[in-house]
């Protein structure tokens, strides 16, 4: 089946620096790619749409200047925490979505546990 | 009113109990319904698809979906500790799923 790749699974940084997480369709070419937030025993918040090669689509309420989403190739999107805090210590997300195979097609990758301190 | 509600237990049953469940909807539009298995500190992993009102079995599951009452359900039949995770019912308006909305998932534990 589809794989979708997300690292690191888990990176702790200090408040004020930048983190950057990547997500890769791994056997399919991805159009669309999707990151979540999910805080513990919470369901998934949808952060920001990204489609290759034009500009993200943010939730109401996502600094998209925070959280800055690069969707340069059918395999690649990048979203970076820039100057994070605490706050956003979080667990994100990443769904790619392949074209050809309808709402079946959403892949999730395993997640990125970001603690700032 | 949410969108999509669903139970967030935690529900606790023995090892081969049948589970059962449930996640209900407000907007009559969705036409697509998905249940989700997430392990902790995992991404989701789609687990059944269903496609407008009726049943579907696929090993140990059954979903159902009864649009009439805005209400779809999971069934897990001879419930193993390998079930044990939060399982996100997840609807949408159309086949593309650019209008996804996920409920907000139940943590259900097996216990051996």
């Known amino acids: 089946g589809a794989v979708v790749s997300q690292h690191p699974s888990r990176v702790i940084c200090k408040s004020g620096t930048s983190v950057k997480i990547e997500c890769r369709s791994l056997?399919?070419?991805?159009?669309?790619m999707f990151w979540y937030r999910q805080f513990p025993k919470q369901s998934l918040m949808l952060m920001a749409t990204s489609n290759e090669g034009s500009k993200a689509t943010y939730e109401q309420g996502v600094e998209k200047d925070k959280f800055l989403i690069n969707h340069a190739s059918l395999t690649l999107s990048t979203l970076t925490v820039t100057s994070a805090h605490p706050e956003d210590s979080s667990f994100y997300i990443c769904?790619?979505?392949?074209?050809?195979?309808?709402?079946?097609?959403?892949?999730f990758g395993s997640g990125t546990r970001l603690t700032v301190v | 009113q949410k969108e999509v509600e669903q139970d967030p237990g935690p529900l606790s049953v023995p090892e081969g109990a049948i589970v059962s469940l449930n996640c209900t909807y407000s907007n009559s539009a969705f036409q697509y319904f998905m249940w989700y298995r997430q392990y902790s500190r995992k991404g989701p992993e789609l687990l059944m698809y269903t496609y407008s009102s009726g049943n579907k079995e696929d090993g140990r599951f059954t979903a159902q979906v009864d649009k009439s009452s805005k209400y779809i359900s999971l069934f897990i039949r001879d419930s193993q500790p390998s079930d044990s995770a939060t399982y996100l019912c997840?609807?949408?308006?159309?086949?593309?799923?650019?209008?996804?909305?996920f409920g907000p998932g139940t943590r259900l534990s097996v216990l051996p």
């Open positions: 056997d399919f070419q991805a159009t669309t």
């Open positions: 769904s790619a979505r392949d074209p050809g195979q309808g709402v079946k097609g959403y892949t």
């Open positions: 997840a609807m949408s308006w159309d086949n593309y799923g650019q209008n996804f909305v």
